[in-house]
Every structure is written in C-alpha cells, then in structure tokens.
C-alpha cells in the first residue's frame, strides 16, 4: 500500500518474503528508495502519478530489473486507487514475481524458432533433393544416348578397325560417366545437399571439349547438323568427367534447339 506521496504504508509477508527485506526496512520508506533504488523507474513514477491525479491504472506492467537481493528478475505490476477513510488516496500494488513463467516463454519461443528454422532448412533439403534428381535423370540420357548411337551404328554399318576404336572409347567413356550419374541418385548425402563428389587434376579443355563432341557427334549427324570448334589449349584443376557432363548438357541443348542443317 502506498500514500500519496508514495510511501509504503504497509506490505503484506509475500512482499518481505520475496525482496527478503525486513519491515522496518520497507515501512514510510519512499518506493522510490527501497534497495538499490529498483523502483526509481522512468515510467512507473509517471504511471504512479497518473493514478492519483486521473483515476488510471497500472495494468501487467512488465518490469525486468536486477533487485538488490535477490538478483535479475522479472515482475508483473498492477495497481489502482483506493479510497480511504477521511477521503485518504492510496495505491494498491500488487506485484508478482514471474522470472520462471518468461523464462519459459523464452525457452518455448526459442524452441519454436528452432523447429520452423529445422522445418525450413528440411524444405531447402527436399527441394535441392527434387532439383539434384531432377538434372541426374536428365543427364543420364546423354550416355545412354551417345551409347545407344553406337550400338546401333556399329550394327548397321560395317565400320572399320578405326571407326571401332573410336566407338568403344565413346562407349567406354560413356559408360563411366553413368556409372559416376548413378553413384550420385545413390550417395544421399549429397543427394539432400545438393553437392557432387570431385576428382581434380592438371587437364587440357580442349580434351574436354573434344571428348563431350565426340560423345554427341551422333546427333549432330542425325539431324544433318555441322559442330564446328576453334580450339586453343589451356590446362586448368578440374574434374574431367564433370566438365564433360557440363558440356554434354550444352552441347545437347543446341543440337536440339539448332534446327536440321544448322551449326553448332
């Protein structure tokens, strides 16, 4: 309870309890005095006064504050006016320590926080998954077809010991870049990250670039369409099987979008 000039006029065991003070360190004391001066607050002096002077209230006020006793707390307030005898004007404050109950909300708001960042991280996960498979089985046509080509020319045509040389190590090269596809729809690690496996070394690109030609050289020629190259040797770090898989994907791409007799 306090006067109307602030004053603690009495307090109740929960209040002594609670800031572990005595009564005769409370009573007639100014609120604003108590402890370390925990309650000279910018806003509650102005809130305290605007009871008395406009009828307000004090209503869950929340106020976080290191107490002199008993340490960082966070407390509720609430107070209104009463009317005494002899028409005495006093404050009822009722303060309730609620520390425990806001740690808590923190600590539900936190886990919260984690499981829509864990649940978006999972959707960034499915669709890196779904676009990874997605370009696999898209690139896995590219040897098969390149195998496929010279499986079918080596059966119609009667090709001779250069023109075998050749096919096989199409085919060959073919069959390992799908044996590498497939190894990644397998790896689910990398699958949800969306990351590929690279083997490095010292290469030359115009190999690179002439191998990936090789490779679609068959339907360049089904469609009657010239590849032509103005190469200069440059050696890099790379991944070989990977820059060819890079190239098979552009070079198919212009063959098919390249209308019949056109260049590429």
Sequence with gaps: MLDSEFRVNKANRSFYETF???A???AQSLIFELGNGQWNLPGLRSLLEDILANDTSIQNLEVEHS???IG???MLLNAWK???PEDAQMILLAIADITERKQFELKRSELLAQEQSARQEAQIANRAKDEF???LSHELRNPLNTILGWAQLSRTRNLDRVAVTRAWSVVERSVRMQAQLIDDLLDISRI???KVHLTTRLID???VVNAAIESIQLSAEAKTIQIVSHLNSVTVVGDFDRLQQVLWNLFSNAIKFTPSGGRV
């Design 20 to 22: 572990q003070v005595s």
């Design 133 to 135: 498979l997605s370009n």
């Design 205 to 207: 690109l115009v190999s």
């Design 67 to 69: 107490f002199e006793q």
């Design 82 to 84: 009463i009317i005494q």
């Design 192 to 194: 949800t990250s969306g």
């Design 24 to 26: 005769s360190q409370t």
């Design 72 to 74: 960082q707390k966070t």
